[in-house]
């Protein structure tokens, strides 16, 4: 039979707080152990750091700009073919849990005028996933920390109470009791830990959080530019440290049923978090805003990916998008989509089958501004669109610099180099980079200003 497959995705989680990436406190232990097992890669990169557009991107493997989810509070496009549709094609058996954020329209800052934030997700809304569902829309209007409530495939509400990230993994759990075998499973596990909760404006951990991760040692652009992560991040921790241990939980469950040897199970977030410390300058609507740029704190994530072909214990240094993530399930589960999704396989990166694959990502920003970037092994490089509202427009003809980093003198992204002469000659190759992977990306070459 094909590999079972897992995506367990996380929700604005940052690279540094796993083991396995240098995080000193024992926050992920079960992750690590993953990562011994299978492939870990050291630079995974998200190519649009808000939740909805990346989600779209997750689903449906083509660019925001592309299927008009460029924000938050855009739905699903019916044309495009998905990635549950393809996996189902493929003979899979699919279970879809958590949160969705991809089936209400409306403005930015306004409510949906199509709003399924709270009540049962249509059918027709699900992405192309026609098997076990237990998801909201949004899942931090219909639940907090602790307590809340989802759908299930039937359109029938399902309350939980406890903590809100063992409540959603108890939901996978509950798929191995009725899971019969006959055919392979895809299986995602879309945890909001740790999001900040919106309407109380706090990263919501674990009760006791702030006494068992009271010893936490800041990342270095955190402790040098402020915000409130010295409040915050034991509590954000606390949220890591309990995703990290549901994930022990569902490896578990699948040793109990007999399916860890035969399951790939891959880990990843949709974007990280800056806590406050870049876009000062935005007004971004009332929200209160943890990503949305270019910075590695938005964009730089976890990514494990371990079974199947992907073992042994291996290190990938070389840069990759998150964006390869639908084009590499579906290969897993014996499915070439070819040009049909952007991205590559991530198997031919750690098998080193193209020598000459550009070693840099691409990122489109929204919401905070219409931004777009490259980053390369040693620089960031950012472009914004001036006086163009980021939650109104997609795109822009005109770009001006926003940012320059030299991450190896600069490994924490202090200080912009944008205007500097001495940089004149490196700023020239990465826009024109930059460039080219606009105009891969959206069809169109903008003119790029100092």
Known sequence: ????????????????????????????????????????????????????????????????????????????????????????????????????????????????????????????????????????????????????????????????????????????????????????????????????????????????????????????????????????????????????????????????KGLYDNTVILFASDHGSHFLTRNRDEHLNGYDDYKRSCHDACLHVPLVIAGGPFRGGRVVEELVSTASLPKTILALAGVDVGDAMIGENLLDVVEKKDHNRPNEIFAQISESRVGRCIRSARYTYSVYAPGVNGGEAAAADLYADDFLYDMEKDPHQLNNVAADPAYAGVKAELRDRLLYWIEQAEGTRPVITD
Not at 43 to 58: D, H, I, K, M, S
Not at 187 to 207: A, L
């Open 1 to 256: 039979m094909p590999n079972n497959i897992i995506f367990y995705f996380t929700d604005q989680q940052r690279w540094d707080t796993c083991g396995c990436y240098g995080q000193p406190l024992n926050i992920t232990p079960n992750l690590d152990r993953l990562a011994q097992e299978g492939v870990k890669f050291d630079n995974a990169f998200t190519p649009q750091p808000v939740c909805g557009p990346c989600r779209a991107l997750f689903q449906t493997g083509r660019y925001p700009t592309e299927t008009g989810c460029f924000r938050n509070n855009v739905m699903l496009p019916a044309g495009v073919k998905t990635l549950g549709s393809y996996i189902e094609e493929a003979g899979y058996e699919t279970a879809y849990i958590g949160k969705w954020h991809l089936a209400s329209d409306g403005e930015l800052e306004k409510p949906p005028t199509i709003d399924h934030t709270v009540t049962a997700i249509p059918r027709e809304l699900r992405g192309g996933y026609t098997g076990f569902w237990r998801a909201a829309d949004v899942l931090e209007f219909t639940s907090h920390g602790y307590d809340g409530f989802v759908f299930d495939e039937n359109d029938q509400r399902v309350d939980f109470k406890g903590y809100r990230a063992d409540c959603i993994n108890d939901m996978a759990l509950e798929f191995f009791d009725r899971y019969d075998g006959q055919k392979p499973f895809f299986m995602t596990v879309s945890q909001i830990e740790p999001h900040h909760q919106n309407d109380r404006r706090h990263y919501e951990g674990p009760e006791g959080s702030k006494e068992k991760f009271k010893n936490f040692i800041l990342p270095e652009d955190l402790k040098a530019l402020g915000g409130n992560a010295a409040e915050e991040y034991p509590d954000y921790l606390g949220q890591c440290a309990s995703l990290d241990e549901n994930l022990g939980r569902l490896m578990d469950k699948l040793k109990e």
